[in-house]
């Protein structure tokens, strides 16, 4: 009997870091993950999502997001796709790390999202974790434009973001919870990214996985892609 990953190759894909370990989540896994979203990811008085979804009881948010993984695995599209790794530090999965990627062959854009419970915090593994999937989307999937966007009020992400080297790409008013925030957004070109000094990152088991990522087509010309002379 066959393996998951000889059906589905992007079950075999694993990140590793000097400290994390981000990969696709098991049924355990993601029960893990709910569990560590229910001891809380951030003060009451905050919200750091677009949809609110931590604001519900717990007992259905925690489910929630077990159901949130299988929904993305289930609508997956070489040109709409949502890999959302767990990541794993010390042994315990601590929160998870999301890359999405919409019309990719033809943008070579990804938008990344991620939390990571409170109790593990603070500690640079925010900054690590998306470090790891920007090698990912940059150095494995040919990507050329890294996007995310953030409440102006949530100052660990905004810290992740400029670390990172992501430059301000615009705002807007967004109505969240019956008010007006600002919301922020920010771009990191592969030329940005490569000026960054930048963790090492290992990458398992992405060849067989390329197609599903729409990431075996040659990435469009731009004037910082420009064809290449034979003589």
């Known amino acids: ?18 400290r994390l370990e981000l990969r696709w989540p098991s049924d355990d896994d ?7 979203a229910a001891a809380g990811i951030h003060d009451v008085d905050d919200m750091p999502f677009g949809i609110p979804w931590s604001r519900a009881p717990r007992v259905s948010w925690s489910g929630g997001v077990i159901q949130y993984h299988w929904r993305t695995r289930g609508a997956w599209a070489p040109d709409d796709w949502s890999w959302n790794p767990v990541v794993v530090f010390e042994g315990q999965v601590v929160g998870t790390q999301g890359m999405t990627g919409r019309d990719f062959v033809l ?17 640079g593994i925010g900054t690590e974790m998306r470090a790891a999937v920007l090698h990912l989307a940059f150095a494995g999937l040919r990507a050329r434009r890294a ?7 949530n100052a660990a992400s905004l810290g992740v973001t400029r670390r990172l080297g992501y430059q301000p790409n615009g705002e807007r008013i967004e109505v969240s919870e019956d008010r007006g925030r600002r919301q922020v957004f920010f771009r990191l ?11 090492e990152v290992e990458v398992d088991g992405l060849a067989p996985c390329l197609a599903q990522f729409g ?14 002379s034979d003589r």
Do not use: C, F, K
Request: glycine share 6%.
């Open 107 to 123: 943008r070579r854009t990804v938008n990344t999202g991620s939390w990571l419970g409170r109790d593990y915090q603070g500690r």
């Open 30 to 36: 993601l029960v893990a993950l709910a569990e560590v």
């Open 215 to 228: 990431a075996t087509e040659r990435p469009p010309r731009t004037e910082s892609n420009p064809p290449r």
């Open 1 to 18: 009997m066959g393996a998951l990953v000889d059906h589905w190759p992007i079950a075999g894909l694993r990140l590793t870091t000097s």
């Open 189 to 199: 070109s592969r030329d940005d990214w490569e000026q960054q000094t930048r963790p």
């Open 147 to 153: 996007e995310t966007d953030v409440w102006d009020d």
